[in-house]
C-alpha cells in the first residue's frame, strides 16, 4: 500500500491543527527514510516545532499517531494486484511476510481492515527501533537463511536493513528518486506489479 504519503499525513496531524504546519510536517516526513518512527517524532519535533517536548509530550504524540495512522493507512491505496501477487508467491511454496516500523498491533488492524492478513504467513511490527534490528530479530527468530529471502520495499531504509542482513532487496520506486545515489539492487521498478512481471509471477 502507499504507506509513505498516508504515514506523513498522519504524522503532520499528530503534532498540530495548523493545515499549513501539516503539510510542513508531511513533507519533512517524507525525507526521514531509513530511522524508526520515534526517531521521526523526535526529528519533527526539533526541527519544525523547534522546542523541547513538554511532560509526557512525546508519549502522547506516539499515541496520537497510533490512531490517526490506523485510520490514513486503512484507506490507503494498496498496490495494483498486490493480493494476486501475494498469492502467486503462495502457490509457488514462497513466504510471505509483513515486516514494519509500524507498531505489531497498529499493523495487524490495517492489515485486516486491508484485507491483506489472509494473504500473509508471517507478520512483524516494529516501534522505536531501526527496521535493521526488526529484520536481524525475524531472521534469528524464525531461522531462515538471509541469501534465501527477498526484502521488497520502496525506502533507503528497507535497503538498508536488507543491507545489514545480507538479504536480496527490490526496490520499488514511482519516480521519487529515492534510490537515485544507491546500488546493490534489483530495479528499482516503478510499481510491485512491475517487480513481479520480471519475476516471472504474473503478467502484467
Sequence with gaps: MDSNSANARAMGRAFIDDPVLQEQIAAFY???????????IRRVQHHIIQK???KNEFERLWERLIALTQT????????????????ALAQRGITRVALSNTPLIELRHILAVQGLDSH???????????KTESLKHLLDEFEFTPEDCLFIGDGKGDLWAARAAGVSFAAID????????EHGFLGPFHTLLDWAGQAGLISS
Excluded: V, Y
Excluded at 500473509?120 to 531501526?130: C, E, H, K, S, V
Excluded at 514511482?174 to 545515489?181: L, V
Design 30 to 40: 517524507l525525507t526521514l527514510t531509513g530511522i524508526d518512527r520515534g526517531e521521526k
Design 52 to 54: 523541547p517536548f513538554g
Design 72 to 87: 490514513s493507512m486503512g484507506t490507503a491505496p494498496l498496490a495494483n494486484r498486490c493480493k494476486q501477487i501475494l498469492n
Design 120 to 130: 500473509l504467513d508471517i507478520i512483524r511490527g516494529g516501534g522505536n527501533w531501526p
Design 174 to 181: 514511482p519516480n521519487t528518486g529515492e534510490f537515485e545515489k
